[in-house]
């Protein structure tokens, strides 16, 4: 379900075709039968998308959806009482798919040392980490807030609501499935007109913006430290691109079909602190950690908050990937986080410096996150502590490592990166509504026709499919 | 700073129609760009209606035919008027360009070979080395040619859903800054002219620019090669077609020639497991600075009139490698 292939529009405007026609004749002779017929097909269209994926997908996917409502209605049907138990035995449960195919690897091999090569080829199923997060969240609402339990149907239309199943936005019960459970195909120009801006801003931030990017990080670099920071910032670059442009997309088809997504990005480069950051980078993901990991454990306002701080991190990082590398990346941020709570009362910077260390770190943190090699990241963490490795013969290599094209391009892509950075601060510090400049009419004429000239004919895979 | 679940402002009535048109209109102007006004398509596009008309005319001449084929190498290396001329072998010359892949020049050479005809493979390793993957380049000349068909598989199949291929009627970053800058420093859009393509199909340049060597050497045949390879050695027996591997002449230092050298014969030893590859001592390199125009694949005219009297040659008597032979040559120290 790769919104920047054309085998995804295909597959879904064939969905809806076949939909549509289907509806046509029910809605001349029974009127009355519509609303459960679209929810249905809503359903369908999302399990079609998903099995078009492949079966394994689809299959992992209604496992985790069964266990999760029939365990869910199994606790509300039998007990009043003593919830908490009984989840300590439902969400493992949920989560068993997780880890065996994410991280039965990385424990066997890399934690426990035990050589187990039975792991090593294990694919992970496409979004199993969104939408296992998304039913754990529905199952902990539902107990909590004594929510009553919907239909399996409406479970399963809010487990699989195709724009959002594979990379999220991670919703929250009391967000979509109200939404879920009065869908109504409504074929309506206005829904559309609500939608292009986003897919359109989404569809140039992955194939213009993040895939012409892609193309210049090398990651081979261990001793020029300049050649490590610009691996960084435009790693930094291309992930936010890629995964903000999923996201938009996935906002543009919700208001398509006339749901209402939560948006995962607030121009998170223009923040001025990291916890600033972390409220504006996925930010479904953390609320997701802070509701169900961070408060359980007591918050802010515990003597402890330092160390829960680092926990939700490090899981936080876990959940990216089974790798050292996202341990120390969630680590970081944790460290980051901490610093900044102890200093923030004591310090304050201008906004230019605060916005310049901010970024510095986050960008910083990245190494950890993208260089699976512990060899190189050991190597190039010692080349960035190193000062003779900031030599301007260094600047130079860096510089000419790309032809006089590759240059041009790259200041190109800076430059446009660079102008919509400012354009969505500007939408939100200026008219407190996300990505406004990005949504006029004019501007999305220029992005499709940037999209169009600039970007490479070939398609690379959003980088959160892999988490 | 506003929730994550901001209201949105009302879209403007039609900005979905609006923004549909737009991105037709535009898809029609890249795509018109592309098929009739890219300089790169425009020359190649060029040279192989001239490589088809001498095709055609060698059918009408010649029972059989010999038909070469690969990317800009075999373009620019092989004489066919020559190989006719001195050595009576008619051969054409239907070398393209690298970017267009193994999988594109192979059904583009299949399309000009008939039953008795010899095809000589002549794709430059790298081509062979990777995923064969459609290009966009591929998937533009095909159209600018009117032939769609050339990006279908070796057994008919579709690789590229037409979808994708639509797409790919347009530019990218590179070809729009190399573009601009080119037309901002007045130079020429392409290197090469149309007047370079000869009536035989080959092509020849006067540009001579500084060339470091070796090009990418020999290396493993990638799965999808083997699996061209090997639906070429069928289509061959089905047809009649005789199939041969000639490597391309590529620039290698005097310093690194044999590991270059050693690292062909290895190359080699792959392909021979699938077809037979024609003897050429020099193991697809060449020392010579001067035999090369202007990168470490194009020959110059005088090195191609060599290279093809000795290919012709090596085609006439059948002179071809025994794997152990290259087996022994790629394991020499």
């Given at each position: 379900m790769n919104f920047a292939e054309v085998r995804f529009w295909e597959l879904l405007l064939a969905g809806l075709g076949v939909i549509a026609l289907a509806r046509w004749p029910l809605a001349r002779q029974r009127p009355g039968a519509l609303p459960a017929f679209d929810r249905g097909a809503l359903c369908a269209l999302g399990l079609f998308l998903l099995a078009c994926v492949s079966w394994l997908t689809v299959t992992i996917f209604l496992g985790v959806a069964v266990c999760s409502y029939y365990g869910l209605r199994w606790i509300v049907a039998n007990h009043t009482r003593g919830h908490a138990w009984y989840l300590l035995v439902l969400i493992p449960l949920q989560l068993l798919p997780l880890f065996y195919y994410k991280y039965s690897h990385f424990v066997a091999n890399q934690v426990l040392g035990l050589e187990v090569d039975y792991f090593r080829g294990l694919l992970i199923p496409v979004g199993i980490s969104f939408y296992t997060f998304q039913m754990v969240g529905f199952v902990v609402d539902t107990l909590a807030f004594k929510h009553p339990l919907p239909s399996f149907l409406d479970f399963l239309n809010f487990a699989s609501f195709f724009p959002q199943i594979v990379a999220g936005p991670i919703e929250r019960r009391d967000v979509l499935l109200p939404q879920v459970q009065r869908f109504a195909f409504q074929w309506s120009w206005r829904n559309l007109d609500q939608g292009a801006g986003w897919i359109v801003a989404g569809l140039f931030f992955k194939c213009c913006l993040a895939d012409n990017l892609a193309a210049f990080?090398?990651?081979?670099?261990?001793?020029n430290a300049w050649a490590i920071w610009a691996d960084n910032l435009l790693f930094g670059l291309r992930i936010y691109?890629?995964?903000?442009?999923?996201?938009?997309?996935?906002?543009?088809?919700g208001e398509c079909m006339g749901v209402r997504l939560t948006l995962n990005f607030l121009s998170p480069y223009c923040s001025t602190s990291i916890g600033e950051f972390w409220r504006r980078w996925h930010i479904t993901l953390s609320q997701w950690f802070r509701d169900y990991v961070y408060i359980p454990l007591g918050g802010g306002r515990t003597r402890y908050w330092a160390l829960t701080v680092a926990v939700v991190f490090v899981v936080s990082g876990i959940w990216h990937g089974a790798g050292w590398g996202f341990?120390?990346?969630g680590a970081l941020h944790g460290g980051y986080l901490i610093v900044n709570r102890l200093w923030s009362s004591r310090f304050r910077l201008p906004r230019p410096a605060a916005w310049l260390l901010t970024n510095t770190a986050a960008m910083g943190a990245w190494l950890a996150f993208y260089e699976v090699r512990s060899g190189f990241l050991q190597a190039k963490i010692q080349t960035l502590l190193a000062p003779g490795s900031y030599s301007w013969n260094n600047l130079r290599a860096l510089w000419s490592q790309w032809d006089a094209t590759s240059q041009a391009v790259l200041v190109l892509l800076l430059g446009l990166a660079g102008a919509t950075l400012v354009a969505e601060w500007r939408s939100v510090a200026g008219r407190n509504e996300p990505y406004y400049y990005l949504r006029r009419p004019v501007v999305l004429c220029v992005l499709v026709a940037l999209t169009l000239l600039l970007a490479p004919g070939v398609n690379n895979a959003f980088i959160y499919f892999a988490f | 700073m506003p929730s994550s679940t901001s209201h949105f402002e009302p879209a403007p009535p039609g900005l979905a129609r609006m923004v549909l048109g737009f991105t037709l209109l535009a898809w029609v102007a890249c795509a018109a760009y592309t098929l009739w006004l890219n300089p790169s398509v425009h020359f190649f596009r060029h040279?192989?209606?001239?490589?088809?008309?001498?095709?055609a005319g060698l059918d009408a001449a010649h029972t059989n035919k010999v038909v070469v084929y690969g990317g800009s190498s075999s373009a620019f290396a092989i004489n066919g008027q020559a190989m006719w001329r001195e050595e009576g072998v008619p051969a054409a010359n239907l070398g393209l360009a690298a970017d267009y892949g193994a999988l594109f020049l192979t059904r583009w050479a299949m399309a000009g070979a008939r039953s008795g005809d010899m095809l000589i493979v002549a794709l430059e390793p790298g081509l062979l080395t990777r995923p064969l993957e459609h290009s966009s380049e591929a998937v533009q000349i095909s159209y600018a040619l009117g032939r769609p068909g050339l990006l279908r598989d070796l057994d008919g199949s579709s690789v590229l859903p037409l979808g994708s291929q639509l797409l790919r009627l347009r530019p990218d970053a590179r070809h729009m800054v190399t573009l601009l800058g080119k037309l901002a420093g007045r130079r020429p859009l392409f290197r090469y002219r149309t007047q370079d393509v000869r009536p035989d199909g080959q092509v020849t340049t006067s540009v001579r620019l500084p060339i470091s060597g070796p090009p990418e050497r020999g290396a493993e045949l990638s799965p999808d090669a083997r699996r061209l390879l090997e639906g070429l050695r069928q289509w061959s027996a089905r047809h009649g077609v005789r199939v041969a591997y000639s490597l391309?002449?590529?620039?290698a230092p005097e310093e690194t020639i044999q590991s270059f050298r050693q690292a062909n014969a290895g190359f080699l030893h792959e392909i021979a497991a699938y077809l037979p590859v024609l003897k050429d001592q020099t193991l697809g390199?060449?020392?010579?600075?001067?035999?090369?125009?202007?990168?470490?694949?194009?020959?110059?005219?005088?090195?191609?009139?060599?290279?093809?009297?000795e290919l012709a040659r090596q085609i006439k008597s059948w002179q071809i490698w025994t794997p152990d032979e290259l087996a022994a040559l790629s394991a020499r120290p």
């Amino acid at each position: 379900m790769n919104f920047a292939e054309v085998r995804f529009w295909e597959l879904l405007l064939a969905g809806l075709g076949v939909i549509a026609l289907a509806r046509w004749p029910l809605a001349r002779q029974r009127p009355g039968a519509l609303p459960a017929f679209d929810r249905g097909a809503l359903c369908a269209l999302g399990l079609f998308l998903l099995a078009c994926v492949s079966w394994l997908t689809v299959t992992i996917f209604l496992g985790v959806a069964v266990c999760s409502y029939y365990g869910l209605r199994w606790i509300v049907a039998n007990h009043t009482r003593g919830h908490a138990w009984y989840l300590l035995v439902l969400i493992p449960l949920q989560l068993l798919p997780l880890f065996y195919y994410k991280y039965s690897h990385f424990v066997a091999n890399q934690v426990l040392g035990l050589e187990v090569d039975y792991f090593r080829g294990l694919l992970i199923p496409v979004g199993i980490s969104f939408y296992t997060f998304q039913m754990v969240g529905f199952v902990v609402d539902t107990l909590a807030f004594k929510h009553p339990l919907p239909s399996f149907l409406d479970f399963l239309n809010f487990a699989s609501f195709f724009p959002q199943i594979v990379a999220g936005p991670i919703e929250r019960r009391d967000v979509l499935l109200p939404q879920v459970q009065r869908f109504a195909f409504q074929w309506s120009w206005r829904n559309l007109d609500q939608g292009a801006g986003w897919i359109v801003a989404g569809l140039f931030f992955k194939c213009c913006l993040a895939d012409n990017l892609a193309a210049f990080i090398h990651r081979e670099n261990t001793v020029n430290a300049w050649a490590i920071w610009a691996d960084n910032l435009l790693f930094g670059l291309r992930i936010y691109y890629d995964f903000a442009g999923y996201s938009l997309v996935a906002v543009g088809l919700g208001e398509c079909m006339g749901v209402r997504l939560t948006l995962n990005f607030l121009s998170p480069y223009c923040s001025t602190s990291i916890g600033e950051f972390w409220r504006r980078w996925h930010i479904t993901l953390s609320q997701w950690f802070r509701d169900y990991v961070y408060i359980p454990l007591g918050g802010g306002r515990t003597r402890y908050w330092a160390l829960t701080v680092a926990v939700v991190f490090v899981v936080s990082g876990i959940w990216h990937g089974a790798g050292w590398g996202f341990v120390l990346w969630g680590a970081l941020h944790g460290g980051y986080l901490i610093v900044n709570r102890l200093w923030s009362s004591r310090f304050r910077l201008p906004r230019p410096a605060a916005w310049l260390l901010t970024n510095t770190a986050a960008m910083g943190a990245w190494l950890a996150f993208y260089e699976v090699r512990s060899g190189f990241l050991q190597a190039k963490i010692q080349t960035l502590l190193a000062p003779g490795s900031y030599s301007w013969n260094n600047l130079r290599a860096l510089w000419s490592q790309w032809d006089a094209t590759s240059q041009a391009v790259l200041v190109l892509l800076l430059g446009l990166a660079g102008a919509t950075l400012v354009a969505e601060w500007r939408s939100v510090a200026g008219r407190n509504e996300p990505y406004y400049y990005l949504r006029r009419p004019v501007v999305l004429c220029v992005l499709v026709a940037l999209t169009l000239l600039l970007a490479p004919g070939v398609n690379n895979a959003f980088i959160y499919f892999a988490f | 700073m506003p929730s994550s679940t901001s209201h949105f402002e009302p879209a403007p009535p039609g900005l979905a129609r609006m923004v549909l048109g737009f991105t037709l209109l535009a898809w029609v102007a890249c795509a018109a760009y592309t098929l009739w006004l890219n300089p790169s398509v425009h020359f190649f596009r060029h040279a192989a209606r001239v490589k088809q008309n001498y095709l055609a005319g060698l059918d009408a001449a010649h029972t059989n035919k010999v038909v070469v084929y690969g990317g800009s190498s075999s373009a620019f290396a092989i004489n066919g008027q020559a190989m006719w001329r001195e050595e009576g072998v008619p051969a054409a010359n239907l070398g393209l360009a690298a970017d267009y892949g193994a999988l594109f020049l192979t059904r583009w050479a299949m399309a000009g070979a008939r039953s008795g005809d010899m095809l000589i493979v002549a794709l430059e390793p790298g081509l062979l080395t990777r995923p064969l993957e459609h290009s966009s380049e591929a998937v533009q000349i095909s159209y600018a040619l009117g032939r769609p068909g050339l990006l279908r598989d070796l057994d008919g199949s579709s690789v590229l859903p037409l979808g994708s291929q639509l797409l790919r009627l347009r530019p990218d970053a590179r070809h729009m800054v190399t573009l601009l800058g080119k037309l901002a420093g007045r130079r020429p859009l392409f290197r090469y002219r149309t007047q370079d393509v000869r009536p035989d199909g080959q092509v020849t340049t006067s540009v001579r620019l500084p060339i470091s060597g070796p090009p990418e050497r020999g290396a493993e045949l990638s799965p999808d090669a083997r699996r061209l390879l090997e639906g070429l050695r069928q289509w061959s027996a089905r047809h009649g077609v005789r199939v041969a591997y000639s490597l391309p002449r590529g620039y290698a230092p005097e310093e690194t020639i044999q590991s270059f050298r050693q690292a062909n014969a290895g190359f080699l030893h792959e392909i021979a497991a699938y077809l037979p590859v024609l003897k050429d001592q020099t193991l697809g390199a060449s020392s010579l600075r001067d035999d090369f125009a202007d990168t470490n694949w194009h020959l110059t005219e005088a090195a191609a009139l060599a290279r093809s009297r000795e290919l012709a040659r090596q085609i006439k008597s059948w002179q071809i490698w025994t794997p152990d032979e290259l087996a022994a040559l790629s394991a020499r120290p």
